[in-house]
């Protein structure tokens, strides 16, 4: 009771100790982002003299960043990253929005079985199905194409996706709904109507609909592995084999991959974090 | 009667998008990869079913039952290495971002903890495999090169990148416990170590169990870092070879190894099968006895 405004010897004791362990905490997981930032803008000898030293005057060097440009595909392949990422995204935002409106607003009884189907895919791990995936991709000539990444990255998506906009959608208010109604508005524009009260449901399903999107390696791998068709995640692991030489422009194009999730993720962290808390946890 | 009619008609309108991509690319092709595991479409014009001929033969016989098994133990190791290591180490992390002490520093620290599991396993591979390299002599032991150490090293990476998923989640359910509940603890006299095991932890535990659970689940899908690090023929001696690299090979070919769809879908759905029966389990007996906790 004393400690309300004056913290005690005690309470102060053990701020440090949290302070200090979170400290190490965070050593530990940006020490290594550091590292690879750092060393992109050194020259090689001196990557290899001293890889956990800063840029010295004689060791700095932006030829790493300037190269990677031209290097490889990098350009084009962080193009496709982009298109891939927010197509797939787009197109979660809008399908999920419609299923799970249709899924809270319609209460018959096909509803929760619907809904149940679609939320079961959160455990269903798509991988699995890529053996009649590529078959399916061999038959539709869709092959090496950015079309077939996005529709299975929505499908992959789609039912987190739903379970978060559901529960979003469960707390717009009903009498909200119902004036909509006896002012004679349609579904759709009933929808509209309730959108502006879902907008941290859609930044939720919007951020952790990319990252995983962003960063996977097994779909590009399968299903558009060419020079044309990869995605800089793929792009710059290959460029992890065929340019070991040129280890700054590697760095800068390990940094800028990085770079536009780990900004986005900064940005819009409190959607993030409840994107992924309450996704799963229903 | 009309109005349901219209309901009907509305909801099949508006969820019929989603469900045709959500159908189509991943319901159908997971069932119709366990189909295909019953299969035999090489042999013949057509595919004829074979029954267990394809589990039996990779099970059994010796071109692929040793590699199988051994991918096999090896994703227990790589699931073992996460559960003893992620989670705990989660939980902690959680733990001290409530911690009671903290002010504004909470939302930075949480951020800044939070980065690596925004990044791709390609600059995690990348960045660890620098830092461990004998030649810098901060550990003087080939890590990756010695086949006792490079599965756990391999897991150890990916537990770094990810051990933020399970902080995030142990994070936001113990910020949800109602104050009152915590108030009542103090009054009663407990300390900070015992009202965490007493009172929070009991409260939480429906959410530890969903991360571990959920961390069985990706584990038995993981393929990328060691992918990343290894490629598809992961050595030392395989001794990294989890089941998803085996997968990726034995449906795509490698060097050595003729692509072989149907066998791949077999290993697929062993994978599947043993997911779906974990999680079953998991579901009906665990989950429901933690439930009963909550307030």
Partial sequence: MTSLNKPSRADAGGRLVVHVALILFVIVAIGPIIIVVMNSLKTTPGIFNGPFVPPTAETFNLDGWANVFKRGNFALNYGNSIIVTLVSTLLTLVLSTLAAFAITEYKVRLAPLLAGFFIIGIMLPIRLGTVPILQTMVAWHLVDTLVALILVYTAMSLPLAIALMATFFRRVPTELKEAAKIDGAGELRTLSIVLPLVRPGLAAVASVTMLPIWNDLWFPLILAPSKENQTVTLGVQQFVGQFQSDYPALLAALTLGALPLVILFTVFSRNFIQGLSQGYGK | ?295
């Fill in chain 2, 1 to 295: 009667m009309k109005s349901t009619a219209r309901s009907y008609r509305n909801l099949i309108l508006f969820s019929a998008p989603a469900f045709v991509v959500y159908a189509g690319f991943l319901v159908i092709p997971l069932i119709a990869s366990v189909v295909l595991s019953f299969m035999d479409s090489d042999s013949g014009p057509t595919s004829v079913f074979v029954g267990f001929d394809n589990y039996v033969y990779l099970f059994t016989n010796p071109s692929t039952s040793e590699r199988f098994w051994n991918a096999l133990v090896n994703n227990f190791e790589f699931f073992a290495v996460h559960l003893i290591v992620e989670l705990p180490v989660g939980l902690l992390m959680a733990a001290l971002l409530t911690s009671s002490t903290l002010r504004r520093s909470r939302g930075v620290y949480r951020t800044l903890l939070f980065i690596p599991a925004t990044l791709s396993v390609v600059i995690v591979g990348f960045v660890w495999r620098l830092i461990i390299n004998p030649l810098w002599g901060i550990v003087q032991f080939p890590l990756l090169g010695d086949a006792n150490t490079a599965l756990p090293t391999i897991a150890l990476m990916s537990v770094w990148e990810y051990v933020g998923i399970p902080m995030i989640f142990l994070y936001t359910a113990l910020i949800a416990i109602p104050d009152d509940v915590l108030e009542a603890a103090k009054l009663d006299g407990a300390n900070a170590w015992t009202t965490f095991w007493r009172v929070k932890f009991p409260l939480i535990a429906p959410q530890f169990g969903l991360i571990a659970i959920l961390t069985y689940i990706w584990t038995f899908n993981g393929f990328d870092i060691v992918y990343a690090l290894n490629g598809s023929a992961p050595g030392p001696d395989y001794s990294t070879d989890i089941l998803g690299t085996l997968f990726y090979r034995t449906f795509f070919g490698s060097s050595g190894q003729v692509a072989n769809p149907d066998l791949g879908a077999t290993v697929a759905s062993v994978v599947f099968f043993l997911i779906l029966i974990i999680t079953a389990i998991y579901f009906a007996v665990v989950q429901r006895r933690l439930k009963s906790y909550e307030l």
